[in-house]
């Protein structure tokens, strides 16, 4: 006697995209062990791993990157509708049928997951064909999600200007959803994913002393980093904060709560 | 791959198997996007949309834009589209990357940008996919394509050097890239060829078919350049557009070239002295008669298919001029602020009795393409085009590949 787990990757919402995945293709073996819980003697479970399966560990693993790479896809991305706002990239779900990615700079689906691996995993690029790569577009299809999940996603990223002052109290909050993922705690950077990445916004202001640059320029930069990430002459390997995922007002409030000097 | 669940028999006498299997995925993965450029009837233009990072394709026939696709290596950097060519027998595109400073991007942006390395990259002309990049030196500043399709030309219009504080005539001159498309791939390219050519070379022209020889405005050195690329040294002679030229003190600013349809004259527009100079290209001399003087900086013009007529776009003021080359008569447009057209930049001939005309508007909204009678300069159509377009390739309808 035999059965068969043909476990599916459920769409939509997806709380903690990171724990996910993993979550998922776990089922089946639990599915495959309470089926084997009623000691009926012999019995064969067969478990059909789907690409799409395969794909979702993809999706959460950082080995997807460099040797030593500590962020997956999973950690910027948000899979469903109710896609967490604080996170740097677009939801995912209906993503093969966008027509553009990257505010309409690329049109390729893989050219666009490729510009990711470079930037921000420092990973090989993905070629068609490619078992690994095509499993992660398996995952990717099967993503679902409302009409505007379809459309091309607005990526704003707008010029480096310096918000002003905000509230510190919000600025909190917006800290712990945008930033201390990887970042750590504000001025220790306790509990950070990327124990290089610098702890804010001492680490920053040091690494822009005086001489070099003015005050003023000093401040911008962390305008620069948000917005624009590793691009335009900076470098290292965050991602950008488009206007719509963090606007302006949101920046004023998370720069009063690091005290910028 | 995931791990096997293994036995789960646990407790029972017998022993449970499960195994695990490997679905393969049905269809393609990664299919190409949808973006065909079909040619239009009455063939199409390609216009570099240099701060958009974007190309636009004019529908020659109805003048409007009927695609728009993005170009250049990164997603959110300045790539800087500068300049077309297309090479129809092929189904190739190459248009040169230039990654020019951007105001408002950020002290590290200021820094740093202006040293990027340009590139070239060869796309479809299918659906302008890229199919090969190969990296030139900073601020490539035009790329032409010999008739034949074998040698791909770039020129480095690097201000920066001719204006260093111990810039000397010799340190200020930059090179040409000097490449043969067939060799571009889309890794590891080998590196072209570089020969010196002169103080922040600019618009180029080559001898048909085979482009042995480039004609180059040379901005810096108020000349006009003549390169031999079948040269191993790149042998280059420079011919000055004036006397008492000196270096640092640009008189003349040469800033385009182009070559007469039966190769017998270039004719070189100057940005400074606001005119157009013709050189004999048999004789190797600019020829012995007055310029013909604009009231504003002349820019990419072009040529009649008899060489007898020259349109040049100028700025400041803007318009365009339609030159009788042989008297030197010019007739002048004058383009207003209603025109739909701020800072002409590039003329294309489309052999039909139209000009096309591309302006670059106020770098920060969309330029646009103007379809111009050629005789009258009147203007026919209007299409708004992308950030800052400065080109024009034009598509025959037959090169549909």
Known sequence: MSRVCAARVPTGSAASPRSAAPAL???????????????????????????????????????????????????????????????PGAPLGRVTERPSFWGGQEVDLLRSVNQCLFWFMGGQPLVAGDPEGDDLFAYLESLDGDDALAAAQPFTLGLVVWPGPGDPTRGDVLYRDACQFCHGAKSTGEGALITSSPVLPEDTVVAHPDGEYT????????????????????????????????????????????EIP | MLAASGAAG?????????????????????????????IPPQGMGLVTNSFADTISAVDLGTGAVFATLPVGRNPVDI????????????????????????????????????????????????????????????????????????????????????????????????????????????????????????????????????????????YAEDALAVVDLDASDGAVERYPLGAGIVFGNVAYGPYAASLSPDGSRVAVTSLVSRDIRFFDVEARRFEDRDPVVLRGAAYFPTWSEDGATLWAPMQSPDGIVRVDVASGAAEERAFTRDDGCKLPHEAEHLGDGRIALVCEGDHEGPGSVLMLDADSLETLTQTEVGVFPDSIAHVPPAAAP
Not at chain 1, 48 to 74: I, S
Not at chain 1, 230 to 245: A, D, K, Q, R, T
Not at chain 2, 152 to 171: C, G, I, N
Request: glycine content about 10%; aromatic content about 6%; some cysteine.
């Open chain 1, 215 to 258: 005050a003023e320029e000093r401040r911008l930069v962390f305008v620069e980093k948000v917005r624009h990430g590793p691009f335009l002459g900076y470098g290292g390997s965050m991602p950008p904060f488009s206007i719509e995922v963090l606007s302006d007002i949101d920046l004023a409030d998370l720069f009063s709560y690091m």
């Open chain 2, 79 to 218: 790539d800087g589209p500068h300049h077309v060519a297309v090479d129809p027998a092929s189904g190739s595109v190459f248009v040169a990357l230039s990654y020019p400073v951007i105001g408002g991007a950020g002290p590290h942006a200021g820094h740093g940008s202006s040293q990027a390395l340009g590139w070239v990259q060869r796309l479809s002309l299918a659906d302008l996919s890229v199919t090969g990049q190969v990296r030139v030196e900073t601020n490539p500043g035009d790329v032409v394509l010999s008739d034949d399709g074998s040698r791909l030309v770039v020129s480095h219009f690097d201000l920066a050097a001719t204006t260093a504080p111990d810039a000397t005539l010799e340190t200020a001159r930059a090179t040409l890239a000097v490449i043969d498309p067939t060799t571009i791939q889309l890794s590891g390219s080998a590196e072209p060829r570089f020969v010196t050519a002169c103080a922040a070379p600019h618009g180029m022209a080559l001898s048909r078919p085979d482009g042995r020889f480039a004609f180059v405005a040379c």
């Open chain 1, 25 to 87: 293709l776990a089922s089946c073996a639990l599915l495959a062990a309470a089926l084997g819980a009623g000691c009926s003697d012999g019995e064969t479970t067969t478990v059909t791993v789907t690409p799409a399966m395969r794909g979702a560990e993809r999706f959460a693993d950082p080995a997807l990157g460099r040797e030593g790479n500590l962020v997956a896809c999973a950690d910027c991305h948000a899979t469903g509708a109710d896609a967490d706002p604080m996170l």
């Open chain 2, 10 to 38: 646990s407790g029972c006498s017998g022993e449970d198997e499960t195994i695990t299997e490997d679905e393969p995925l049905e269809g393609d993965a990664w299919p190409a996007a949808p973006r065909p450029l079909t």
